[in-house]
């Protein structure tokens, strides 16, 4: 199950999650490439710094996800779909999300 997070809360909610969170590159010839992160928010724009091999994937194909795991505050994942806006030289990325949906833990049992 998956509840729609308005983009304009955005700031908001992730804030609730904690600084960090994963970066996950789709990679083309193999498994997608998740980084940790410490995304800066302001709006719907997302600053992340990411790695070489990252940034390289970005300029193949410039969306990226971005997860904040479920806490003992926060039962449900935050997902975040995002498009890349520019890429500095630094492997600093920024990012404008495009949606975000809190998603629910898979069952244990």
Known sequence: MSMEVALEELS???RRYGPTA???VSAPDGPPRVTHVSPQIEG???TIGLGRRSVELLGQ???LGLLWPATDREPMSLIVDAVVDEIQ???????RAVSGVHHRPAPTD
């Open 12 to 14: 908001e909610v992730a």
């Open 61 to 63: 194909h410039a969306t």
């Open 89 to 95: 030289p630094d492997g600093v990325v920024r990012v």
């Open 44 to 46: 719907i724009m997302i």
């Open 22 to 24: 994963y970066a996950a």
